[in-house]
Every structure is written in C-alpha cells, then in structure tokens.
C-alpha cells in the first residue's frame, strides 16, 4: 500500500513558478513509476507528466512540455512537478499518482494503482 501527499499548490501570477512535492509512503517507493495529472473545474482529469522508476526516461502533455519538469529524489520518497511560465489555463487540481512496482510510464490515468488527494494551483491573469 501507498500513500501519496501532495503540497506546494497556491496562488501565482502568469509568468510565474510553483513547485509541487508528493511524498510517499512505504518501502517500494523506488519501483513505482509515478505520474501528475491535473483537473480543471468541469472538465475531466487530464495526464501533465510522468516518470520511470529510476528518474530516467521522463514524458509530457503537449501543454506543458518545456514549461514543466518532472523529477523525483528515491532516498526522499518525493516526486516533484516544477511549473515554470504558468498560465491561467494552468489552473487545476494536481494529482500524483503511483503505478505498480517496476512498471513503465504511462499518461493513461486508469493505469495508476495509488492516488494522492490533490493540491489546488490557481494562476491569475
């Protein structure tokens, strides 16, 4: 079992930066590839960003490619999301999520095992 805990969502201006931590629980945290999703009011969750379980191979939604980066530090158990040049369109939920031990990468949400409960980014014009 996983438990994942988002922090680091807030208010920011356009233009600027947050960066989301997710910390996990548990022991094999290091073998499971993880993922951010996001969801804007009324419509549904959309994939951001994932990794692999060593930090290598990365992938990104065409929308935030070159303005977000994906990392994740296993001796922490924390995955992170840096958001660069935000804009109001940006504004959701962030989600992480945790896919099962020694999996790939993935951006389709149904293949993640585990869930955190989200943490609220607003990006004012």
């Known amino acids: 079992q996983v438990q994942l805990v988002e922090s680091g969502g807030g208010l920011v201006q356009a233009g600027g930066s947050l960066r989301l931590s997710c910390a996990a629980s548990g022991r094999s945290f290091s073998t499971y590839a993880m993922g951010w999703f996001r969801q804007a009011p009324g419509k549904e969750r959309e994939f951001a960003a994932a990794i692999t379980w060593s930090g290598g191979p990365t992938y990104y939604a065409a929308s935030v490619k070159g303005r977000f980066t994906i990392s994740r530090d296993n001796a922490k158990n924390t995955v992170y999301l840096q958001m660069n040049s935000l804009k109001p369109e940006d504004t959701a939920v962030y989600s992480c999520?945790?896919?099962?031990?020694?999996?790939?990468?993935?951006?389709?949400?149904?293949?993640?095992?585990?869930w955190g409960q989200g943490t609220q980014v607003t990006v004012s014009a």
């Open positions: 999520a945790a896919r099962s031990t020694w999996s790939a990468l993935t951006i389709r949400n149904y293949e993640y095992s585990y």
